[in-house]
């Protein structure tokens, strides 16, 4: 064989493999939108549960209202410590939050990000799945937005603008007086849309 023609086989065969490659990836990340949209769906119901069992009294004020500065109440559902659900009205979305924003936790569930709806400082990640939140750039002003703790506190946001930051832009994500941003990387992650509330009155 000639030098030409070895050149040829390995170009050749390097193309087959990159090519089952790409599918795999496809296929591992159409799996792990599957599995989260599954998980998302257990979850839901095991927190309404939750908030439902919680017993109120009118005439006391919420534990939040007396301390802001506590932590955010959770429940733990497959080892992960879950904080509420966000309900996205307009894309009849409603998703678990887990507490603590990692890698791993992206894969399953919108994640906290930061902050806390009693501090109004409240930031939510989550990965641009079609079941969570690729829909995000097609929010509009005027979208209503409601998160709701484990303790059933129900806090309603409604969407100002949706902004596209740089990927490293990890600054002003925190930044401005935002109730609740929410926010997802782009394909590829060059960007992150980042959607940005103000509470409205309950």
């Given at each position: 064989?000639?030098?030409?023609?070895?050149?040829?086989?390995?170009?050749?065969?390097?193309g087959v493999l990159?090519?089952?490659?790409?599918i795999g990836?496809?296929?591992?990340?159409?799996y792990?939108e599957?599995?989260?949209?599954?998980?998302?769906?257990?979850?839901?119901?095991?927190?309404?549960?939750?908030q439902?069992?919680?017993?109120?009294s009118?005439?006391?004020?919420?534990?939040?209202v007396?301390?802001?500065?506590?932590?955010?109440?959770?429940?733990?559902?497959?080892?992960?410590?879950?904080?509420?659900?966000?309900?996205?009205?307009?894309?009849?979305?409603?998703?678990?939050?887990?507490?603590?924003?990692?890698t791993?936790?992206?894969?399953?569930?919108?994640?906290?990000?930061?902050?806390?709806?009693?501090?109004?400082?409240?930031?939510?990640?989550?990965?641009?799945?079609?079941?969570?939140?690729a829909e995000?750039?097609?929010?509009?002003?005027?979208?209503?937005?409601?998160?709701?703790d484990?303790?059933?506190?129900?806090?309603?946001?409604?969407?100002?603008?949706?902004?596209?930051?740089?990927?490293?832009?990890?600054g002003?994500?925190s930044?401005?007086?935002?109730?609740?941003?929410?926010?997802?990387?782009?394909?590829?992650?060059?960007?992150?849309?980042?959607?940005?509330?103000k509470?409205?009155?309950?």
């Amino acid at each position: 064989m000639t030098k030409g023609k070895k050149i040829g086989v390995v170009l050749m065969v390097c193309g087959v493999l990159s090519f089952f490659g790409a599918i795999g990836l496809v296929g591992y990340n159409s799996y792990t939108e599957y599995r989260a949209e599954k998980t998302a769906v257990q979850v839901i119901s095991v927190i309404e549960k939750q908030q439902d069992s919680v017993v109120k009294s009118e005439d006391l004020l919420p534990d939040y209202v007396v301390n802001p500065d506590m932590d955010m109440p959770f429940k733990i559902v497959e080892g992960k410590e879950y904080v509420g659900k966000v309900d996205i009205w307009s894309k009849n979305l409603s998703l678990p939050v887990i507490n603590n924003c990692t890698t791993v936790n992206l894969k399953y569930s919108p994640c906290r990000y930061e902050g806390t709806p009693y501090k109004n400082n409240f930031i939510i990640a989550a990965h641009n799945y079609r079941g969570q939140f690729a829909e995000l750039k097609n929010l509009v002003t005027g979208d209503k937005i409601t998160f709701t703790d484990m303790d059933g506190n129900v806090f309603n946001y409604e969407v100002m603008y949706t902004d596209v930051l740089d990927k490293t832009d990890v600054g002003p994500m925190s930044e401005g007086d935002w109730d609740l941003t929410l926010f997802t990387c782009t394909y590829g992650g060059a960007t992150r849309v980042t959607v940005r509330c103000k509470l409205i009155n309950n």
